[in-house]
């Protein structure tokens, strides 16, 4: 899982590079995910079972579908030949 957020953070970055931030507001729903993920997992410990059996994959769901939003798009723009930078 980790490995796999890496990749979506990259890809991120390089999205928001391309086309004068046109695909800024996918990049920052990612973040927004991210750090609504973090919170929740700062009080998961505390939380019921029950309540984790149900928000944990909702959270994880949400920062997946952001991740593969970003990668499709990214697929797009590389399919037109966009220019990556490695920075």
Known sequence: ???RLNSCLVE???LAKLRNGA???SV???YRNLRATQSY????GELSTSTTD???PLYQYRVNDSCNTISQLLLKE???GAMINGN
Do not use: F, G, N, V
């Open 41 to 44: 997992a700062s009080i998961a």
């Open 78 to 80: 590389l399919k037109k």
């Open 1 to 3: 899982m980790k490995a």
């Open 28 to 30: 920052d729903e990612l």
């Open 54 to 56: 149900l928000m944990t």
């Open 12 to 14: 991120a970055k390089q």
């Open 23 to 25: 695909y800024r507001a």
